[in-house]
């Protein structure tokens, strides 16, 4: 899984409870991402980070965080996790400018059970 | 706005015949176009992508994939099927915008090729 590493690798949870995924690459990549697989809906952009500290919201923000303070590692935070967050999640990585098109490579996921 | 669709949720076929996963997107501008692969328990491994020139992408394990501007499709081909090639596929794309990190997938299709 290409460097990437996530933790971890499963968890339950309790409704309303904070929880921090942790994201963390070996590549020296620019760009990480952070998506959210749902059956019928594929994968779904939550937010992204194009350097240190430079974060973005994707298709899927709300009820989301994240932080980057180095370049190895993304965080994402549920602040209060609720059922619908219930998901699996997946880190990825691509490298380059924002108007070169590179693919994208994904950790190996870490499946969140709120209950 | 930028989005994909799979129409087929499940593609069945016999192994040594020939397999085609279907994609069709929409994109106000021109597309970068990408086709993902998914095992059990595991991130999502690239396939193949297509960002100009030829209309016939050639990737990872046989697999192609044939861009068609005027039918706004991207399908996946393989001449020969493998019991190996069962599994999930995506279709994403981005559209070719500076600083579009928004990739988009379809809801994927399941592979199944019998012996």
């Known amino acids: 899984d290409a460097g990437i590493t996530q933790s971890p690798r499963h968890k339950v949870t309790e409704t309303g409870t904070p929880v921090t995924l942790r994201c963390h690459q070996t590549?020296?990549?620019?760009?990480m991402y952070w998506y959210r697989q749902d059956p019928g809906h594929g994968l779904r952009l939550i937010h992204y980070?194009?350097?240190?500290?430079?974060?973005d919201k994707g298709e899927v923000s709300d009820g989301y965080s994240v932080s980057r303070s180095k370049t190895e590692d993304f965080l994402l935070t549920l602040e209060s996790a609720t059922s619908s967050q219930t998901s699996v999640y997946f880190c990825?990585?691509?490298?380059?400018?924002?108007?070169?098109?590179?693919?994208?490579?994904f950790g190996p996921g870490t499946r969140l059970t709120v209950t | 706005a930028q989005s994909v669709a799979q129409p087929e949720d499940q593609v069945n076929v016999a192994e040594g015949n020939p397999l085609t996963v279907k994609c069709t997107y929409s994109?106000?501008?021109?597309?970068?176009l990408f086709w993902y692969v998914q095992y059990p328990n595991r991130g999502l491994q690239f396939l193949l992508k297509?960002?100009?020139?030829?209309?016939l992408v050639k990737g990872s394990y046989g697999f192609e994939a044939e861009f068609n501007k005027s039918q706004t499709s991207f399908h996946l081909k393989k001449p020969s099927a493998l019991v190996s090639d069962s599994a999930l596929y995506f279709c994403?794309?981005?559209?070719?915008?500076?600083?579009?990190?928004?990739?988009?997938f379809g809801a994927g299709t399941r592979l199944t090729v019998k012996p």
């Open positions: 994109v106000s501008g021109n597309p970068y």
């Open positions: 994403a794309v981005r559209e070719q915008a500076y600083n579009n990190n928004d990739m988009r």
């Open positions: 990825a990585i691509s490298e380059g400018l924002a108007d070169i098109s590179y693919e994208q490579y």
């Open positions: 590549e020296n990549h620019r760009y």
């Open positions: 297509y960002i100009t020139g030829d209309n």
């Open positions: 980070s194009y350097g240190v500290k430079d974060t």
